[in-house]
């Protein structure tokens, strides 16, 4: 590949750990380069102990802009000098914009969850769903989803440490937006199934269905699946969860994490490039 970094080069960067099993840097170079716009994107290995140095030079540096992944998303909150409203009601940030100096975080998951529905042709907008999981994943998904116009969120949990943490920003979310969210106990199948009956997507936002939990299912009885009900996952390793295979055997449009985590980066690009993502390049990179 030619090499055209020159004086004039900006940076983007990655701050998190661990990162470098991380598919961003690959989708945002070969975007930056199908669109001929002189930046690089680079990970770094920073932790929560490093972070505040490492927004800092943001500044310093001038960069374009960055983005956080684990452990980082939460503490970057307090670094800011602004916050988008889904950033503020998450209260985590992705990614970060530098505008002269002035950093403003921005959390796109969400906005990348509700994009990729569009692949499957799935409008949710006035209507109710139910997403298994209250971890930042469906937290972010929960506050875009809100923000976007879903009239109503039922989320399912297991009664767990994230159970008592995420009721009273669930309370939160519902008064700052038009929609009603209610928690729930996983093992409450009854609830479940009458939620389920009403909703026109079920959502899985845990890490059940990915090793070391490949074998397992969110929820055990699938005869609540219809064909007119989309069924969605976070996860992308495997393409396929068990979950998302029950779904499809039972009728009903399945799709996994990859368009979320492609469209969050389609998001995060847009903000720092104020260009589209080439989506139909970048797409076969990840798949
Ligand atoms: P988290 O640790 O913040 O939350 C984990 C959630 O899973 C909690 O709600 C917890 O109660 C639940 N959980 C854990 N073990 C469980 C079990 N055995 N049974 C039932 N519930 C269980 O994690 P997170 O950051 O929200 O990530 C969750 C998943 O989302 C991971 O698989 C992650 O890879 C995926 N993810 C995907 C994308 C994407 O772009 N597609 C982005 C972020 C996260």
């Not at 907008?125 to 809100?146: E, L, S």
């Not at 368009?259 to 260009?275: P, R, V």
């Amino acid at each position: 590949m030619e090499n055209k970094i020159t004086g004039h080069t900006r940076l983007v960067a990655l701050f998190a750990t661990p990162i470098r099993h991380s598919v961003s840097p690959m989708i945002h170079n070969t975007a930056f380069q199908a669109l001929g716009i002189d930046a690089v994107y680079l990970a770094f290995e920073v932790g929560t102990a490093g972070l505040e140095q490492a927004i800092d030079s943001i500044k310093n540096l001038d960069m374009m802009g960055a983005n956080l992944s684990m452990p980082n998303k939460i503490l970057a909150v307090e670094y800011m000098d602004e916050l988008s409203e889904a950033a503020r009601l998450i209260g985590a940030v992705n990614t970060i914009t530098n505008d002269q100096g002035k950093l403003t975080g921005h959390n796109t998951d969400g906005t990348g969850f509700m994009r990729s529905l569009k692949d499957i042709e799935v409008d949710i907008i006035g209507k109710k769903m139910t997403i298994i999981g209250a971890g930042g994943a469906a937290t972010a998904i929960i506050v875009q989803a809100a923000l976007d116009g879903v009239k109503e969120i039922t989320v399912y949990n297991r009664k767990d440490d994230f159970y008592d943490k995420i009721k009273e920003k669930l309370a939160y979310i519902s008064e700052n937006t038009n929609c009603t969210i209610t928690l729930n106990d996983l093992s409450d199948e009854t609830s479940l199934a009458k939620d389920v009956a009403e909703s026109a997507l079920l959502l899985n936002a845990t890490g059940v269905g990915m090793k070391p939990l490949q074998e397992q299912t969110p929820i055990q009885d699938f005869s609540i699946i219809r064909p007119d009900l989309a069924v969605c996952d976070v996860i992308y390793t495997p393409r396929e969860t068990e979950f998302l295979k029950q779904a499809r055997l039972r009728g009903a449009k399945t799709n996994n994490g990859l368009g979320m985590l492609l469209y969050q980066g389609a998001a995060a690009f847009e903000k720092w490039t104020g260009q589209e993502m080439p989506i139909e390049i970048v797409k076969p990179i990840i798949e």
